[in-house]
Structures are given as C-alpha cells and as structure tokens.
C-alpha cells in the first residue's frame, strides 16, 4: 500500500492508498457546453392602418339600477347595440332583470362577469 503524506489548511495527514483503488479508472472532466450567440433583435412588421376604435371605457356608462348578481351578458366588447336591446341579465330578489342599452352605439369597455355581485349604481359596462 502506498502512503501520500498532505496539508490541509495548516493540518497534516496520511493517506494510504489501497492497491485496488489504483486500478480504477479516472474520469476525464467535463467540457462546459457550448455558449449559444447572443440574440438578434427582430425588426417589427408594419401592420396595415385600421381605422380607430374608441379607446376603452369611453362613452356612456350603463350602471346597475339596483343591487344583485350578473347572471349573462349579452354582449362582448366591439359589439353594436341600439337603445332598448337586452345587454346584461341581473338577478335582484330571485328575480332576472333585463338591463337594457339607454344608448345606441358600440360596447367600448364590460367591467363584470357572469357571477359577480354588484350594488346599485356600479358601471357594468360602457357604450361609446
């Protein structure tokens, strides 16, 4: 058996080697893996000119004219509505109640969700 004498942070030590421990392979180390480039900004495509939509939330609101729960809605943003179509079901008192639009227009902006709470006098959605 062969003895390896060494000094770890001041400290001295013997070792013996075990002869069936030198017939072991080594492994050779590890390559680190290859670094990948840098990305390239990607140029943006120019999309075609549409025509301007009413920017989110703006026009007339429709509130809720009393306490309850949004049960449907019958409409989804971008939609047209004219004045007396049904846009939201709200239950009050185990009753459905059929808001409807006070305003001919486009639904720019729905601030509920089928199953919500809402009080009376909350924005439910706005028509533009």
Known sequence: MKTYQYKVQGVDYDAAKH??????????????????PAPVPVQPVAK????????????????????????????????????????????????????????AGTVTSITVNPGDSVMEGAVLMTIG
């Open 48 to 103: 075609p000119q549409v025509a301007p939509a009413a920017p989110a939330g703006a026009g007339n609101p429709v509130k809720a004219p009393l306490p309850g729960t949004i049960n449907a809605i019958n409409v989804k943003v971008g939609d047209t509505v004219a004045v007396g179509d049904i846009v939201i079901v709200l239950e009050a008192m185990k009753m459905q109640n059929n808001i409807e639009a006070e305003y």
């Open 19 to 36: 002869p069936a421990l030198a017939a072991t392979k080594r492994t050779a180390p590890v390559a680190e893996a290859p670094v990948a």
